[in-house]
């Protein structure tokens, strides 16, 4: 499937980013500066930071019990260009840090494993990269530190969520997969009867997007086409959102993209239902302007029905969200 371009609704507004826009620019002088990003030689390790970085990313796979990625999951996990992650790897095996091996599940994937000297070498790049950390907020007190950690956890977070790349997906696709199974697992766990997925089924003209943040599912939703009696409608379904995202607007944006995307498809309007307990998700449609309706399914999950009227794309954004 192609993948999503933006939708009018998602994007920044102009004088709310021109504010920021400096603000942000300055801490990024501020703390590349400080962290050592201009040396050739990243923490006096004799490698440059993005060399470092990779070897880091690689390592850490290994120590998360995920095994060892593979050059696909690298190149999306960091949203590196194949040539640029190729020449990395390739200085990585010339200083003898990695070797490539075939994929024992695909033989056509290769993965990238640490050699000995490589653990040695994140391991040491660990210990430098601790020790600058402790050096660069040892002269601020207990109170600053609680302050700069709830500062930095909250701007991680939204820079994130503001750099998530969405994409429409299909049934098969593995982070659709993976989202769709972590949706039907918390709702099975939050319903107080459980939930059951059911066995997919057809449903011609749904279109469903995937937000990925480091090659991982962060978010999932979409909608399908509707008959009712008082006309076509796009219903949204499956909405998700990772927990450790939540609150930071992704949920929003997700909802404000699959509108735009029924917009464009011709929708005049959306509806979708839910179940009570979600109240952050009723909460959500609330915000985005649904109402309440009566029932017009007969799926038991659900207790509460909204619908939203859709205002008409320009030409040029019904050309951009297909492009």
Do not use: C
Not at 185 to 208: C, H
């Amino acid at each position: 499937m192609p993948s999503v371009s933006s939708t009018p609704d998602e994007r920044a507004e102009p004088a709310a980013s021109a504010a920021l826009t400096p603000t942000l620019r300055r801490f990024n002088r501020t703390y590349t500066q400080r962290i050592g990003v201009l040396d050739d030689s990243y923490l006096g390790t004799g490698r440059p930071l993005n060399v470092s970085r990779l070897l880091f990313e690689i390592g850490s796979s290994e120590h998360g019990g995920g095994g060892a990625p593979t050059v696909r999951d690298l190149r999306e996990r960091l949203d590196l260009d194949s040539g640029y992650l190729a020449r990395l790897i390739g200085r990585l095996r010339e200083d003898g840090l990695v070797e490539l091996h075939p994929d024992p599940l695909d033989r056509r994937r290769r993965v990238v494993r640490l050699t000995p000297a490589g653990r040695s070498a994140r391991a040491e790049l660990d210990a430098r990269s601790e020790a600058l950390a402790d050096r660069l907020v040892g002269s601020l007190t207990s109170r600053q530190r609680a302050r700069l950690e709830r500062a930095l956890a909250e701007a991680d977070l939204l820079v994130r969520a503001a750099t998530v790349h969405l994409r429409e997906v299909g049934p098969e696709d593995a982070a659709a997969r993976s989202a769709l199974g972590r949706y039907a697992a918390e709702l099975d766990a939050r319903f107080p009867g459980g939930f059951e997925l059911g066995v997919p089924q057809e449903e011609p003209g749904a279109r469903y997007v995937v937000a990925t943040s480091d090659g991982a599912a962060v978010a999932y939703g979409g909608f399908r086409p509707v008959a009712l009696p008082d006309g076509d409608a796009a219903e949204i379904k499956r909405m998700w959102v990772d927990t450790g995202w939540r609150g930071a607007g992704l949920g929003a944006r997700m909802l404000r993209h699959l509108e735009g995307l029924a917009a464009t498809d011709g929708f005049a309007r959306v509806v979708l239902d839910t179940n009570g307990t979600l109240a952050e998700a009723v909460a959500l449609y609330e915000r985005a302007g649904y109402r309440r309706v009566a029932r017009y399914n007969d799926n038991p999950y659900a207790q509460l029905f909204f619908t939203k009227d859709l205002a008409a794309p320009s030409p040029l954004d019904a050309a951009g969200a297909t492009a």
